[in-house]
């Protein structure tokens, strides 16, 4: 094992300040509200701060744009069917790094770099608040979903952290 890099050593020495402090041992594996929500990995969306959430209320899952992929409706799956979870929220935001990048470069690159195209797609997106819209149809369309009667869309603007509500239609 090579040594741990400068910042792990310091993110580990908060760790262990945490520990000592720890209160959420009584914690249960269902969260309480029985929420789930499905968010972008941008580092500048803090989940539980934007919603208002504690420790053990929701289940969060984060990938590149927030979007529904099979291991999103996996993680929902499990979430529904065995944790509890009744409702679900997606969270996009402005300014999102899917937004920058053309999928047909991006994977011409990849295929010219590496002689192999990846057999996955990146999701670029242009439109937050239509890439919402997308992620609602694609749940409304899995029958690994249960649970779709409380699915509410949202775009995060990162510049003043408003939630800004998307409707179906426009
Ligand atoms: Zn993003």
């Known amino acids: ?49 934007v919603l208002g959430l504690a420790n053990g209320e929701a289940h969060i899952i984060r990938n590149a744009g927030g979007v529904i992929t099979d291991d ?25 790094g899917l937004q920058k990048v053309d999928e047909a470069e991006f994977r011409d690159e990849l295929a010219a770099e590496l002689g192999v195209k990846p057999w996955w797609s990146l999701e670029t997106f242009a439109d937050p608040y239509e890439d919402v819209r997308q992620s609602i149809q694609r749940l409304s369309m899995t029958p690994f979903i249960p649970h779709k009667h409380q699915i509410a869309g949202f775009v995060y603007d990162v510049t003043d952290g408003v939630l800004h509500e998307v409707g179906l239609d426009h």
């Open 72 to 96: 999103v409706i996996r993680s929902l799956c499990l979430s529904q069917r065995f944790l509890g979870t009744r409702e679900i929220i997606l969270v996009h935001h402005t300014d999102c």
């Open 1 to 49: 094992m090579p040594d741990m890099s400068p910042q792990v050593t310091e993110l580990i020495g908060y760790n262990r300040e945490f520990a000592a402090a720890f209160h959420d041992a009584d914690l249960q594996v269902q969260p309480t509200r029985q929420i789930a929500v499905v968010t972008c990995m941008d580092s500048r969306i803090d989940t539980f701060a």
